[in-house]
């Protein structure tokens, strides 16, 4: 896709640096601009290069990680044409580099819709193409960025059948609005309605092979706050089943390290604190050959040592990983919901795979994980919160190295109430 154009390059302090007529040329992976002549070989950018951008009128303007500033004019009668071709082939990439679609795609409608955050500021809003996968759907505007709705993190779906709008409520705490269905209102909502009871069919169907003693009854309530990878506070297991929590113990911790690190870690807390989390969706480095295999992991929450114990214990990389509560003032015990929303979002989007929460960036830098570590911001809050983790390599000095974890996490608590005095 090539269009002529007039740009400008601006350093981060505002100078002038280029003034170039040419064209861009766009491709799936971002785009090249080029002045005329064929000795000009341009600058090529990719999506991933952009820090931010918008459009205005009739021209567009972004800024790259170096913090340059281009502004793309003088389209004539094109921009439209430009406008919708940069930003499809910019949203394809988006949903392919942050891991947007989950499962087989299902339908697609088109209509309006707005976003608003959890302090009710309206975030994004416009016209675009609604695409329905098997576990999720993906906003994808026809001038904004493409967003994804994961159905792991839908608490409800409201809906408004004299405005004929339909409202959704995520974890989050993101609202989005749908509406301008024309037709396609009522089927709309069948069929997300119908693709969550698919899922949460699925998650059933699975979890019976694994807790073969428990009637579907009680499967349902876990799946219902499972969903396809959600850990589970013991306190809500035990009230679906009183047996639940040790059968979900035993699944969980077969393993004699995650054991030993498990019963360590829950004497430090309350049962309240403790979460058991159990995915049947296949592992990245699932082994192949096996027909169903299964992550799990457990979260423990220390309050009082301002730490967040994480570990898969089946179906991904061994090891305890340790995040801070709290960054900043705040009393611990009350961000514990937070910091838990954090890793079940980055493991299930990561697919129970953790190098992107502890190794440094530059390691990171040709992986696929490259773009999301910019992007998600959930992501940056963990990688930001890691303290350590302890590995089967180093049982030999595990107590003095569980100690230091604990002394880096304390060392931000005290500061924090030498601040709050």
Not at 78 to 102: C, G, I, P
Not at 187 to 215: A, P, S
Not at 295 to 314: D, L, M
Not at 361 to 387: G, H, Q, W
């Amino acid at each position: 896709m090539i269009y002529n154009l007039k740009y400008k390059k601006f350093n981060q302090f505002g100078k002038l640096v280029l003034e170039k007529e040419g064209e861009i040329v766009i491709n799936k992976d971002g785009f090249q601009l080029k002045g005329k002549g064929a000795q000009d070989t341009g600058e090529t950018m990719s999506f991933s290069d952009m820090k931010e951008w918008q459009t205005k009128e009739d021209f567009v303007s972004f800024v790259s990680l170096s913090k340059d500033k281009y502004v793309l004019s003088n389209f004539g009668n094109l921009f439209n044409d430009y406008l919708l071709d940069f930003v499809s082939a910019r949203n394809e990439y988006l949903m392919k580099a942050l891991f947007m679609t989950d499962g087989e795609p299902v339908q697609e409608y088109e209509g309006d819709f707005e976003i608003f955050s959890k302090y009710e500021k309206s975030l994004s809003h416009g016209h675009g193409k609604f695409k329905i996968f098997e576990n999720s759907m993906v906003i994808v505007p026809d001038s904004r960025d493409a967003f994804a709705i994961s159905f792991n993190f839908l608490k409800r779906v409201d809906i408004d059948e004299e405005f004929y709008e339909i409202h959704m409520f995520l974890d989050q705490g993101f609202i989005i609005h749908i509406k301008r269905l024309g037709t396609n209102f009522e089927e709309f909502n069948e069929k997300i309605g119908e693709v969550q009871q698919k899922m949460y069919q699925k998650i059933v169907d699975d979890l019976k092979e694994i807790l073969l003693e428990f009637d579907s009854a009680t499967l349902i309530k876990l799946a219902y706050e499972m969903k396809k990878g959600k850990a589970v506070s013991m306190k809500k297991i035990k009230k679906m089943n009183e047996k639940l929590p040790q059968a979900m113990k035993d699944i969980v911790l077969q393993d004699e390290l995650a054991k030993k690190h498990f019963e360590t870690f829950s004497k430090m807390t309350d049962e309240e604190n403790i979460f058991l989390g159990i995915s049947t969706e296949k592992p990245k480095h699932q082994p192949i050959g096996l027909d169903l295999t299964y992550s799990t992991w457990y979260f423990i929450a220390i309050p009082e040592k301002n730490i967040v114990v994480a570990e898969i214990t089946n179906g991904g990389y061994r090891g305890a990983y340790f995040f801070r509560i709290i960054m900043e003032k705040g009393d611990p015990t009350e961000k514990i919901e937070e910091k838990l929303l954090e890793l079940n979002q980055a493991l299930l989007k990561m697919k129970f795979v953790t190098t992107a929460f502890y190794k440094d960036k530059r390691e990171l830098r040709r992986s696929i994980y490259r773009f999301a570590l910019r992007k998600l911001p959930y992501l940056r809050l963990l990688r930001r919160s890691y303290v350590g983790r302890l590995t089967p390599f180093n049982e030999i000095d595990w107590d003095k190295r569980f100690e230091d974890i604990l002394r880096k996490a304390e060392i931000v608590a005290d500061l924090q109430i030498l601040d709050a005095k």
